[in-house]
């Protein structure tokens, strides 16, 4: 005698209709609807059980699409700082800061917009833990803070934004630079 | 139209058991329920639009927590490239030692971070996602060996020769010593076994 099969207990859920709509059609290219919300709504359970929003998730994928998109790479940090280290010790200081210089005014130029910027360093430089731009008499002011900077590279990654500043139609006032914290003020540039 | 539903709402049928537990999740959030469910379908159709399943997307955010963790960080290329072409030629041992150093403490980390499973083809996966300028990687098993291959249309010889390195410093921590290696501009080769305790 074979056991007796149970199919599962169905409920039955509302759904806003155009919403209900789209996953109809998205559902129907892939199987059937019923088991394509079985596993959507788990996953948004099993999102929700690491701590994850699901559009937190879909934005890091749209993130990690542009930092690609835009020419980034991953690398180990102790890699890099180390292989920027000793480039420092070879290339010379103004060599560094040029290239660094050189690479920001590209970044500038392709972001073409100091939001777009702001938002890619953000969200991109995983290094940062505080980044920030602020208008204030006429100056634009910038704070950077990552304790993983070591003080040369702190002085490199500040020739970075003022390469993409300039980019940008700003030019670089003065500013504090310290192992991890950097302090920069930039004023439009005439013309810019 | 059933009774009960309101205006511009469908039903639509799920398992009961998941009902309960969308609900408790929502609850634990201090969502309601119907906003929670509504949440994760647009989130689902948003997915789609960039031609992922919501499965897809959690496993690679996941994914990408366990790079940070494992201190990657995102650089620009170009600067990297440079940096490696101007060090290579007078400082290629130095280079060829952090990139085995490095390969080394990710392997580690692989090993603590992930109990269990299968820690070489997890490593395939972290080579195919964070290594943009490969275009294929394959990892074989032939009874205990691990044969590798990796191709890129794109990398420089000296750029291979330091991931060939990393790959090794990996391979070793999770206990595979090298039989064989060969690399050539864009292209690894590798053989792996078992290192003897």
């Known amino acids: 005698m074979y056991p007796a099969v149970t199919a599962p207990k169905r409920k039955m859920l509302a759904a806003r209709e155009d919403l209900a709509d789209k996953i109809s059609d998205i559902a129907l290219r892939k199987g059937t609807l019923y088991d394509y919300l079985n596993e959507t709504l788990e996953e948004a359970i099993r999102a929700d059980s690491i701590g994850l929003s699901l559009k937190e998730a879909i934005d890091e994928r749209g993130i990690v699409k542009v930092a690609r998109d835009s020419g980034f790479t991953f690398v180990p940090e102790r890699l890099w700082f180390d292989i920027c280290e000793k480039a420092y010790e070879r290339l010379g200081i103004r060599k560094m800061k040029s290239l660094w210089y050189e690479t920001g005014q590209w970044y500038g130029t392709y972001y073409g917009d100091l939001d777009k910027l702001k938002d890619a360093m953000n969200k991109l430089i995983w290094d940062l833990s505080e980044f920030e731009v602020a208008s204030k008499d006429g100056n634009l002011l910038v704070r950077c803070i990552s304790p993983k900077f070591s003080e040369s590279y702190s002085v490199l990654f500040s020739r970075f934004l003022e390469g993409a500043l300039n980019a940008l139609g700003y030019e670089f006032v003065d500013g504090d630079i310290l192992k991890g914290v950097l302090n920069l003020r930039f004023k439009e540039s005439k013309g810019g | ?197």
């Open chain 2, 1 to 197: 139209m059933p009774k009960g539903i309101p205006k511009g709402m469908k039903l639509i049928r799920v398992p009961e058991d998941l009902v309960t537990r969308l609900n408790e999740a929502a609850n634990l959030d201090g969502e309601p329920f119907l906003e929670y469910v509504i949440e994760a379908l647009e989130q689902a159709v948003r997915a789609h639009q960039m031609d992922r399943s919501i499965k897809q997307v959690v496993d690679f955010y996941e994914f990408m927590m366990m790079q940070k963790d494992a201190g990657l960080m995102i650089t620009p290329s170009e600067t990297l490239n440079k940096l490696i072409d101007k060090l290579y030629s007078s400082d290629k041992e130095f280079l060829q030692k952090i990139w085995l150093d490095a390969g080394g403490w990710y392997g580690k980390y692989l090993l603590a971070k992930v109990k269990g499973g299968d820690h070489v083809e997890l490593f395939g996966e972290v080579l195919k996602v964070t290594n943009w300028d490969l275009n294929d990687v394959e990892f074989k098993r032939e009874g205990s060996s691990i044969s590798l291959r990796c191709i890129s249309f794109t990398m420089s010889i000296e750029n291979t020769f330091l991931l060939m390195t990393f790959v090794e410093g990996v391979m070793n921590t999770l206990g595979y010593k090298t039989t064989n290696q060969e690399c050539m501009r864009g292209m690894i080769n590798m053989d792996f076994e078992p290192a003897k305790e």
